[in-house]
Antibody
Framework: EVQLVESGGDLVQPGGSLRLSCSAS????????MHWVRQAPGKGLEFVSS????????SYGDSVKGRFTISRDNSKNTLYLQMSSLRAEDTAVYYCVKEQYSGSYFFEYWGQGTLVTVSS | DIQMTQSPSSLSASVGDRVTITCRASQTIYRSLNWYQQKPGKAPKLLIYTASNLQVGVPSRFSGSGSGTDFSLTISSVQPEDFATYFCHQTFTTPCSFGQGTKLEI
């Protein structure tokens, strides 16, 4: 059974930093690209960042570019999101997502999410 | 970036109704379109991938169609557990993007 378990969400002050982790199990983690998607309270879904299976290809959404860094440790089956210069508008539930491909790619499995609150 | 527009934003239905949600892309995305269901306090769940492929375990009352810029998700006979919010999602370009969501209410 595929499991994605996020951790690290917290209350942080504007301008602060936070690192999210996602522990993966139930599949061969090193084979699959992974993503972070967020959802502000009462809002829709927003792509945050993605990373290829070997970490060699990375992309970011425009709203987090230059402030967030995605990484992965395939030996630990763990995905990370280092967040810095946090703003109130970064307040959201952050989901770790496993990609799958069949003609085009899609988000096959989602973690339960971890809440990041940016407030003074 | 590609903009995804869903309609309607909300939809009222009764159990047994046939409902259709549409999603329009701001430029062609061929068939790179997925649909997710989200219930309150839960993570999204994949329903349909690559426009019309039913994810394993999803009931056959769900179906997807379309290509190019116009897509639809249809529930042939709404069940009580289907009341949720539905999102479309394009993966033709990077960054990917989501529709704003359609809330299906009783």
């Amino acid at each position: 059974e595929v499991q994605l378990v996020e951790s690290g969400g917290d209350l942080v002050q504007p301008g602060g930093s936070l690192r999210l982790s996602c522990s993966a199990s139930g599949f061969t983690f090193s084979y699959f690209p992974m993503h972070w998607v967020r959802q502000a309270p009462g809002k829709g879904l927003e792509f945050v960042s993605s990373i290829s299976s070997n970490g060699g290809s990375i992309s970011y959404g425009d709203s987090v570019k230059g402030r967030f860094t995605i990484s992965r440790d395939n030996s630990k089956n763990t995905l990370y999101l280092q967040m810095s210069s946090l703003r109130a508008e970064d307040t959201a539930v952050y989901y770790c997502v496993k990609e799958q491909y069949s003609g085009s790619y899609f988000f096959e499995y989602w973690g339960q999410g971890t809440l990041v609150t940016v407030s003074s | 970036d590609i903009q995804m527009t869903q309609s309607p934003s909300s939809l009222s239905a009764s159990v047994g109704d046939r409902v259709t949600i549409t999603c329009r892309a701001s430029q062609t995305i061929y068939r790179s379109l997925n649909w997710y269901q989200q219930k309150p306090g839960k993570a999204p769940k994949l329903l349909i991938y690559t426009a019309s492929n039913l994810q394993v375990g999803v009931p056959s009352r769900f179906s997807g169609s379309g290509s190019g810029t116009d897509f639809s998700l249809t529930i042939s006979s709404v069940q009580p557990e289907d009341f949720a919010t539905y999102f479309c999602h394009q993966t033709f370009t990077t960054p990917c993007s989501f529709g704003q969501g359609t809330k299906l209410e009783i």
